[in-house]
């Protein structure tokens, strides 16, 4: 049986090596991400563009993020493999990057625009982003876990303004 001294000789040259990084390691970059939801165009949600987190059935919600780098670079189709918002029921709802409004656009990021389906449970829903860089490695965002912050449907149907 090793005496005590011996277990403090081993010990440090094995918690040296334990702290070292690895050569090969390489740690993906850190993701920044800001993004909020709006309603959708005027026949899916009247007015474009306002903020909230509450819908109706067959109204449209837009999920809009922006991702930087640590640089403050933006990351879009050509530094992203993919960025998906995941509702809380396993939903996947994969978002493009381009330019908004549309026309003459004024601001570049990822976006989608889903219409609420007639079936879906009301009540609030927690979601999340998921970008996927390049090398396939992801980095998730959440917004905060109060009921404000998340995605909420509102019993019944949006009826458009005539």
Known sequence: M?????????????AVLAMTPSAGAQTAPKLFFEGDMVRGGPVHSGPPCVLTSQFKHKE???FRVRITGADGKQYDKDALKS???????????????HGHPPKDATD??????WI?????????????VIATD?????????????VPS???????DFEAPK
């Open 83 to 97: 960025v998906v918002v995941k509702l809380n029921n396993g939903l996947e709802l994969p978002l493009a990057y």
């Open 150 to 156: 998340q995605l909420t449907v509102l019993a019944g």
């Open 108 to 113: 570049f990021f990822w976006s989608i625009g």
């Open 116 to 128: 609420i389906p007639d079936d879906f449970p009301t009540g609030s829903m927690s979601y999340k």
């Open 60 to 62: 449209m919600v837009v």
């Open 2 to 14: 090793l005496k005590p001294r011996y277990w403090s000789v081993l010990a440090f040259p094995l």
């Open 134 to 146: 390049l090398a396939g490695d992801t980095q998730t965002w959440a917004p905060f876990k109060m």
